[in-house]
C-alpha cells in the first residue's frame, strides 16, 4: 500500500515545503482541562517503553526570536549526532496566524508531522479535536515532579497530560527604581506588596507631572485583532477584578463573565488611564527604551534589551491590584505528540532529551524565558533568592499566575478578546457594548460546537 504524503520522510519534506513556502507568501501578503493532576490517568498508549528498530521523526517548530530557532537546530543536530535510533528532521515555519492555520489545515488533511509545537493554551482545542495524543505512559514519575506546576496545569485537558513545555512565560511591570524613588513612589518587594488599580493611578499621574508624558507602555502597538498579546497581557487585569473571559466552573457560556460587572470595571479602568494620556498610544514598542514611559507592562522576553539598556536601573514588580489580588499570566508553547504519527517512543526520546536540565537551560537562555524544570531553574542565577527575575518564578510556583482558559474554546475565546481589546483600548469604544459582542461571539462558537463535549468531535 502507498504511503500518503506527510507519512513518508520524502512526502514530509515535500508537505513541509510546501506549506512553508505559502506560509511565507501569507506572511508576504499581510495575509478545559478541569481536573486536577492527581486525576491524571495513565491508560493511555502512546509510549510502551520500547522503539523496534530506528526511527524517523518529523518535527513542526514556530520560527520565533533567532536565537530560539538556532538553539532549537543545533539541538536537533546534537541529538542525531548522539544516537542512531532515532532521527529527528527539524521544520519551521513561522509563527501565529500563518503557522495556526498550516496546523489545523494539515491536521484536517492528516499530514501533521510527529511531534508538534503550539500556543500553549490551544492545547485543548487540539486534544479534544484528536491532533494530539495523551503522554502520561511516556511521563517519568521523576520528571513529573520537577516540572514547575505551571506547566503540568497547562499541558492538563480531561485529567491526562497532552502537552509539555521546556520553558514558561512571566509577566508584570518594569520599573526604573531611580525614578520611583526621586517621585517618592514605594516600590512594591513582591505579590503582597502589589499596588493596586488607584493607587497605580496616582502613580501614573505623579509621574506624568515628574516630566513623564505617557508613563505607562502597555504594548497597544501590539493589541492587534487576533494577535494574542491582548489576552496574554490583560486577561489577567479582568481576573484580578472578579472576572473571567469565560464561566470558569462548566466552559459553557462567556455571557455574564467576559461581560460582567467585575471585567468591565477592570478594562473601564485601563481604557481611563488611556483616555487620560497616561498611556504610550502605540506608535512604538519603545517607549521604555527611550525613556517616554518609565512603568512597562509586558513580559520576560524584554528582560534581557531592559537590563542592558538600565544597568543597574530595572526591578520588576507585580500587576497592579484591580479587587481580588494580583494575577499574572502564564503558558508558552509547548509539544504534543500527533495522533497517528511515528512511534511514541520515538518521539519522546527527542521530546526527554529537550527536557534535560542543560537542554531546558540552553533554551532558555537564549530566549530569555523561564526554565520548566526545577532542576534547570537552579542553573539560573536570576531566578534565585534575591535574583533579578526572581518575581517570575515566584508567581508561577506561588498560584499568582493563571493559565488562560483550559477549554477547546480558546480559540474563539482569544479572538473574540484580542478584538474587543483594541477597540476598548485604542478606538475608545464603550466596555460594555463591546465586551456583550465579544461574549455573544464566543456562544456563538460554543453553540456550534455544541459545548465542546468531552467526547470530542
Known sequence: MKAPLGRTARGRRALASGLLAAALLLAACGGGGDADDSERARTDTTCDGRIDGTAQVTVWFHAGPSAEYNTLRRQVRDFNRAQRQVRVEAVTLPEQRPYNELVLSAAASGDLPDLLDFDGPRLYSHAWSGTIKPIDSCLPDRLREDLLPSIRQQGTYAGQLYGIGTFDSGLGLYVRPSVLKKAGIRIPRGVSEAWTANEFTTILRTLRAAGYPHPLDMGLVDARPGEEWSTYGFAPAVWSAGGDLIDPKTFRTADGFLNGPESVRALTVLQNWVEAGLVEPGRTDRAFDQERSVISWTGHWRYPDYAERFPG???????????????????????????????????????????????????????????????????????????????????????????????????????????????????????????????????RDLAAHDGYPRSGP
Open 313 to 443: 536601573d530595572l526591578a520588576i514588580v507585580p500587576l497592579p491590584d484591580f479587587g481580588e489580588g494580583t494575577v499574572t499570566g502564564m503558558g508558552s508553547w509547548q509539544w504534543g505528540v500527533t495522533s497517528g504519527g511515528a512511534d511514541g517512543d520515538a518521539v519522546w526520546r527527542f521530546l526527554a532529551y529537550l527536557l534535560k536540565p542543560d537542554q531546558i537551560h540552553r533554551m532558555s537562555v537564549a530566549n530569555g524565558a523561564i526554565p520548566a524544570t526545577d532542576s534547570a531553574v537552579e542553573l539560573s542565577p536570576a531566578y534565585a533568592e534575591g535574583g533579578a527575575e526572581r518575581l517570575f518564578i515566584e508567581q508561577l510556583r506561588d498560584g499568582v499566575a493563571r493559565p488562560r482558559p483550559r477549554t477547546p474554546a480558546y480559540p474563539a475565546i482569544t479572538e473574540a478578546f484580542s478584538r474587543a481589546f483594541p477597540k476598548i483600548m485604542i478606538d475608545r469604544a464603550p466596555v460594555k457594548a463591546t465586551l456583550d459582542e465579544a461574549a455573544e461571539a464566543i456562544d
